[in-house]
């Protein structure tokens, strides 16, 4: 149950029966306590792999600008090599074989291609941890439960990839550097096949097209200090939205779990004292209608 929910849910009534069945009332209290100890262990648990990542936030926007400074002009520079390089393989290989060394290229690639798209994850957003509250606190249907334990699945995943963006983003300053060196000497070695003699232009267009493609990528990534400040904030707040509904699925689905361990334990322990609980419910004096009925022969009452 949480904070929220326990604010404006006013305490329950006192009981109107005067032997009350103390089973439902301390299952509620064990699943609530149940719940607290949960939830606690899994919110520390969770702050120890959050709260570093809160602090790679300090600073992003002097650690990006510093390094873009420092490679802008080696990028510039990658950029005027490649554009060199193209010029001369225009020269030197036809329009019909280039055409046809890229179709194959972008077809290789579309059968080759190892990425996978991320996992839709809209379901998980959407997700509200007082909804869940009230769904532990009622009676959830078997197709409710089986939803609540498929989201527990499915959050794992989404609270993993939201961490990876999250953890590239944030690296993405200390690398830059070297992916452009990678770039660089790529290009650099293209360079030195073109010039030698009797060199596969053929193969070196292929070469160029796989450099310009990764230049391109690492390109949609560059941006403003300020904006990349901006999408490392924006990333970290996505996390942290699923870290935390992550924590509500575990714990409604434990709680769900402790509360039907429970229920099993009471009906053992009722079975057990079956006669005071029927002499307990007999307590009061029969009134007319059951003694009259209590009269008739067996099986006619």
């Known amino acids: 149950m949480s904070e929220s929910s326990t604010q404006h849910r006013p305490p329950p009534p006192p009981p ?11 299952t509620d209290y064990r699943v609530a306590v149940f719940v607290a100890k949960q939830r606690s ?9 959050v709260d570093p990542r809160y602090g790679k936030l300090d600073g992003a926007q002097g ?34 074989t280039r ?25 998980i957003d959407e997700i509200d941890c007082d909804d869940l509250d009230d769904l532990v606190e009622g ?28 953890d590239d983003l944030a690296g993405f300053p200390d690398g830059l550097a070297a992916q452009i060196t990678a770039l660089v000497d790529r290009a650099t ?16 267009y292929v070469d160029y097209l796989a450099i310009h493609r990764d230049f391109c990528r690492l390109e949609e990534r560059l941006t403003t200090a300020a904006r990349y400040a901006c999408k ?10 699923r870290h935390r509904i992550r924590i509500c699925i575990k714990v409604a689905v434990a709680a769900i779990d402790k509360r039907a361990e429970i229920d099993a334990e009471a009906k053992k322990a009722k079975a057990g004292h079956i006669v005071d609980l029927v002499l307990e419910c007999a307590r009061d004096e029969p009134t007319e209608a059951a003694a009259a009925s209590a009269a008739l022969p067996p099986g006619q009452a």
């Open 189 to 204: 070695k293209l360079d030195q096949d073109l010039a030698s003699a009797g060199g596969d232009q053929r193969r070196s």
């Open 99 to 123: 055409r046809h060394l890229s179709d194959c290229w972008r077809r290789v690639r579309e059968e080759t291609d190892t990425e996978t798209a991320p996992a839709d994850c809209s379901e």
């Open 63 to 96: 650690r990006y600008a510093t390094v873009w400074s420092a490679q802008r002009s080696a990028w510039e520079d990658l950029r005027c090599r490649l554009k060199r390089i193209v010029e001369t393989l225009d020269r030197t290989l036809d329009e019909p």
């Open 139 to 166: 009676e959830p249907s078997p197709a409710e439960v089986a939803t609540l334990r498929q989201q527990a699945v499915l959050a794992e995943t989404c609270v993993a990839q939201a961490d990876a963006a999250f």
């Open 41 to 49: 262990d899994l919110y520390a648990a969770d702050a120890a792999v």
């Open 232 to 241: 490392l904030k924006d990333a970290f707040v996505t996390m942290l939205r």
């Open 16 to 26: 109107t029966d005067e032997c009350p069945d103390p089973y439902g009332p301390y």
